[in-house]
């Protein structure tokens, strides 16, 4: 069974910083883009990283870049999302989602992504 999960989520005071995990079981995520994408409550879900199977090729959000880093331990089927200096706009459910062919030129809008884990929740608030 393929299954895609993530982890990490939580409340964090603004300024501070939060590590996201995406896992699989039933597959290896090693050959595969991953992507991470958000969405807040009322707003349409937004492209926030992604890298390609062999981690040469990230992107980022704007209203990441810089904050953000996205990377990958094959050996460990999991690729991390560590999240700094955070935001009360961060705010979001955040998904994991794999997919073939993709984040040559930005993270996309989850269309081309065939995999999606269920999503953690980050809340930044003080």
């Known amino acids: 069974q393929v299954q895609v999960v993530e982890s990490g989520g939580g409340l964090v005071q603004p300024g501070g910083s939060l590590k996201l995990s995406c896992s699989a079981s039933?597959?290896?995520?090693?050959?595969?883009?991953i992507g991470w994408f958000r969405q807040a409550p009322g707003k349409e879900r937004e492209g926030v990283s992604c890298?390609?199977?062999?981690?040469?090729?990230?992107h980022y959000a704007d209203s990441v870049m810089g904050r953000f880093t996205i990377s990958r331990d094959n050996a460990k089927n999991t690729v991390h999302l560590q999240m700094n200096s955070l935001k009360p706009e961060d705010t979001a459910v955040y998904y994991c989602?794999?997919?073939?062919?993709?984040?040559?030129?930005?993270?996309?809008?989850?269309?081309?992504?065939?995999?999606w884990g269920q999503g953690t929740q980050v809340t930044v608030s003080s």
């Open positions: 890298i390609t199977n062999n981690g040469v090729m990230t």
């Open positions: 039933g597959f290896t995520l090693n050959y595969y883009v």
């Open positions: 989602a794999v997919g073939v062919g993709i984040c040559w030129n930005s993270v996309g809008d989850g269309n081309e992504y065939t995999y």
